[in-house]
């Protein structure tokens, strides 16, 4: 893996080996259904030189090298700088894919070797109701595994509705308190101006009073004056 891809690169290198493991587990589980592990019967000339059963391992191998891959360029999204709530989940998702496909490897490859085990100890035993069985519980995981991925992608979405509403609240937070400081700021002028038109009154009294008392003073003298 280039040290120099992107993230965005590293993404659609995981999601283009999650479609090829997909497919080929698709092929794995149905040649782990149908191989016949009988080929110790008969003579030597009859035996194929590649059998189906050197098919599987063949094709397990190759799974098995796609998956240490695919958990290879998860580990360097991981790495990646994380820039949001989103690529943080698309992460995790990637990881619980890379999960499940592991598991259902493990899963169908250990039912094989049960399997060929078992027809080594009774090879005269026929196998056919054991492999529609394998094949129902197939059909099982898948529809159980579409569930889980559903599942877990409506938990995503609402996760990342909850952090857009909490990230909605901080900002009307904020702006409240921003509001509240003002209000804040206006009551403490308001008595600073209270005080001040309270003495501009008292100036506009004391200056009426003042013109009141000189008026009758002179208007008294005017008078004393006239009689005298």
């Known amino acids: 893996i280039a040290t120099a891809m992107t993230y965005e690169d590293l993404r659609k290198q995981a999601r283009q080996l999650e479609c090829e493991i997909d497919l080929k587990l698709v092929a794995f589980n149905k040649l782990a259904a149908g191989v016949k592990t009988s080929h110790t019967h008969g003579s030597s000339d ?3 030189l590649l059998s189906e059963e050197d098919t599987f391992d063949t094709m397990a191998m190759e799974i ?3 998956l240490n891959k695919l958990s290879q360029v998860n580990e360097r999204m991981s790495e990646q700088p994380v820039s949001g709530v989103a690529m943080m989940h698309t992460i995790q998702r990637h990881r619980d894919i890379a999960a499940d496909l592991q598991r259902d490897f493990h899963k169908t490859n250990s039912q ?9 100890l009774f090879k005269n035993v ?27 992608q409506l938990v995503n979405e609402q996760i990342a ?12 937070r904020q702006t409240f308190k ?8 206006i009551s403490h002028r308001f008595p600073v101006i209270n005080s001040l038109v309270q003495r501009i ?28």
């Not at 921003?178 to 700021?185: A, L, P, S």
């Open 126 to 152: 026929r196998t056919d109701s054991f492999r529609t069985e394998g094949v129902n519980r197939r059909d099982m995981y898948l529809k159980e595994n579409t569930h889980i991925q559903n599942s877990d």
């Open 112 to 120: 094989f070797v049960s399997r060929r085990e078992r027809e080594e």
């Open 201 to 228: 009154n008292l100036r506009k009294r004391r200056d009426a009073i003042i013109l009141g008392s000189v008026i009758g003073i002179c208007t008294f003298l005017l008078l004393m004056y006239a009689f005298h």
């Open 64 to 66: 098995q090298q796609l």
């Open 46 to 48: 009859t035996v194929p």
């Open 178 to 185: 921003r509001m509240q400081t003002r209000f804040n700021d």
């Open 161 to 172: 509705i909850a952090m857009e509403t909490k990230d909605h609240l901080l900002n009307q």
